[in-house]
């Protein structure tokens, strides 16, 4: 039972009144109605135990009000230490900002007595600058209620200004009444300068790693112009070494040419001294003609300038020949020469001179280095579609350091002083060329000094009897309307638009179907869409040159393997290398590795460009 005061007055009046009733109605009629009065008195006992009852419940909740009371100001005294206490700054301002109360951590932030806080805006705390941020804060307020974490600044007095985060909270009444803001007030001074510290670390760190990358590229650099130091002394010496060749090789001839020719004006011979001198003279020429044909081939084949006259070959018959040619030098030495030709691997497409040069240079060098009573065997063999040409010798061999140079221009692994055989080191370079040029590949073996050395050709072949008789007359040619890239399908990169025409015409001349594109990433586009047969690219273009497509062609195909056409004769879309540049044979060597299958110098010959192209493909 809930008894309040108010109620409790109201009954006790009640109870009075009705008492007064009642014994005023009693004394008035206690002669007539003696009973009443004892009504009366039964009802008075009545209303007397119902005050006392609501009396014991008032005293009750009363006690209980007074226990609330003790426990409310217990929670109160408890809050009041708590934010007396806390470490970080507190302050209960009204809504406008003004401090009603502050802390013991708020007035050693703020540098002011807790007395003399009371009644300041806290705007007087903070910077001029700060000021309109803060009403601006205190006006989004009035929509979240809320602010978790404010940046700012605060002044102190008679400090220096520091970084704070504030946190404030509306207070609101029991009626949802805005009365007042709670606010946490903490110094991150430290935590900015952590921060800062952090970030100088972070930035410290980047800049030693860029600092580290910066001295490895510079490193690198330095090695590489250490290597381009050493290449161009190599180059020096090379080129000094040449010269000195050459000047041996044309003085020594031409020595013995004047000596002869001197002695024979003076008619002082016999004949068969006569003959002999004759026979010097003509033998030393033919050595000069050698000399001088083997210095303008290699000059034609670095200008691009080798004209080739492209028909269908008989491979036997050009071994054959090349023999025929060397056999006065086999035997002058005695060396026996032992042929194994396959028929089967008879028709290639090419210059017929320039093969049998070919292999006639391939015999010439085992002759040179075969000693007396030597050996040199020739195979003619087919592997798959391709003829293989080999040449063994029995002579010195190679050492291992030099077989990787044995094909370079003008390297030779003899000291130019002290030279037990002549030349002038071009033949193999000119192999070499000759060979690639008709698309095939040439490599050199040997176990070592003294135990012999090896060179195998490797060619394309033709290889059924209907392309035998559709190459007798190949382009370009005013007698024959045969196209031999007839439906194949080209896509030719270079930035060059004169370039693009020249090399189109040319290949659709010859029947190819012929796609243009003037970038490395048009032709990815080209080679996703339409797969062509072959690609021919220029080496140098912007953004991205030879290498990077070449390179970004190949991680295609491992992705995709069918965009290899089915016409492919290798087992990567073929690639044709054009440049401009006059490449040393590292950078050749760097151009194949890449991933090209052909390198050709820029300017290049009609027939050498349809003949690399046809080399490169497997013809139906």
């Not at 009705?18 to 009065?37: F, I, M, Y």
């Not at 000047?247 to 016999?270: D, F, I, V």
């Not at 007839?486 to 659709?508: P, S, T």
Request: glycine share 4%; charged share 25%; hydrophobic share 40%.
């Amino acid at each position: 039972m809930n008894v309040s005061s108010e109620w409790l007055s109201q009954q006790t009046r009640a109870l009075g009144e009705r008492v007064s009733t009642l014994l005023q109605h009693a004394h008035s009629n206690s002669l007539q109605h003696p009973e009443l009065l004892s009504e009366a008195l039964e009802e008075l006992g009545t209303s007397l135990e119902e005050l006392r009852m609501s009396q014991e419940v008032l005293n009750q909740q009363n006690q209980e009000l007074l226990e609330a009371h003790a426990a409310l100001e217990v929670e109160r005294q408890r809050y009041q230490e708590l934010f007396e206490c806390a470490p970080d700054g507190y302050l209960i301002t009204d809504p406008e900002g003004n401090i009603q109360q502050a802390n013991h951590a708020a007035s050693l932030l703020l540098k002011v007595p807790q007395k003399y806080l009371l009644g300041k805006p806290l705007t007087v705390f903070m910077p001029q600058p700060e000021h309109q941020a803060f009403w601006n804060e205190l006006n989004r307020l009035q929509q979240v209620e809320r602010l978790p974490e404010w940046l700012t600044r605060l002044q102190p007095r008679g400090a220096p200004s520091f970084d704070a985060a504030l946190t404030v909270t509306t207070v609101f009444d029991s009626k949802g009444n805005s009365v007042g803001l709670r606010w946490l007030l903490r110094d991150i001074s430290e935590r900015k300068q952590l921060e800062a510290a952090r970030l100088q670390n972070a930035l410290a760190e980047m800049t030693n790693q860029a600092l580290e990358a910066e001295i490895a590229r510079r490193r690198q650099l330095e090695q590489e112009l250490r290597q381009q130091a050493e290449s161009l002394n190599q180059a020096s010496t090379l080129k000094d070494e040449f010269l000195a060749i050459v000047s041996h090789e044309l003085r020594s001839p031409l020595n013995a040419m004047l000596g002869w020719t001197q002695m024979l004006r003076n008619k002082q011979l016999n004949e068969s001294m006569v003959a002999r001198g004759l026979e010097t003279i003509e033998r030393n020429a033919r050595a000069q003609v050698k000399l001088v044909e083997d210095l303008l081939d290699i000059s034609r084949i670095i200008r691009g300038k080798l004209f080739l006259n492209i028909r269908t070959i008989n491979l036997v018959s050009v071994i054959q020949a090349a023999i025929k040619s060397a056999q006065p030098a086999f035997t002058a030495k005695n060396i026996q020469i032992r042929t194994v030709l396959d028929e089967s691997a008879t028709f290639v497409l090419g210059d017929g001179d320039r093969l049998q040069q070919i292999v006639w240079n391939l015999l010439a060098n085992s002759t040179k280095f075969t000693p007396q009573h030597g050996l040199i065997e020739v195979r003619l063999e087919r592997i798959a579609t391709n003829a293989v040409i080999t040449v063994r010798d029995t002579g010195e061999g190679i050492r291992s350091n030099f077989l990787p140079y044995v094909f370079d221009r003008f390297r030779q692994a003899e000291q130019a002083t002290t030279r037990c055989h002549g030349g002038l080191g071009l033949g193999l370079a000119i192999v070499r060329q000759l060979v690639e040029i008709h698309g095939g590949t040439v490599e050199a073996d040997s176990p070592g000094e003294g135990q012999g050395a090896t060179f195998t050709v490797t060619l394309p072949l033709l290889v059924n009897k209907e392309e035998v008789r559709g190459w007798e007359e190949i382009y370009p040619s005013n007698l024959s309307p045969f196209h031999p890239l007839l439906g194949l399908q080209v896509l030719v990169v270079d930035d060059e638009a004169d370039n693009r025409e020249w090399i189109a015409v040319v290949l659709k001349d010859a029947g190819a179907n012929v796609k243009t594109v003037t970038s490395a990433n048009e032709a990815l586009q080209v080679i996703q869409q339409s797969q062509p047969d072959i690609l021919i690219s220029d080496v140098r273009m912007p953004e991205q040159d030879g290498y990077a497509l070449i390179r970004q062609v190949r991680e295609i195909e491992s992705e995709r393997p069918n965009l290899i056409p089915t016409t492919a004769k290798h087992a990567h879309l073929p690639a044709i290398a054009l440049t401009a540049y006059d490449r040393e044979d590292d950078d050749r060597r760097q151009l194949l590795d890449a991933g090209f299958q052909l390198h050709l110098p820029k300017p290049v010959e009609p027939t050498a460009l349809v003949a690399a192209v046809v080399s490169q493909i497997k013809c139906v």
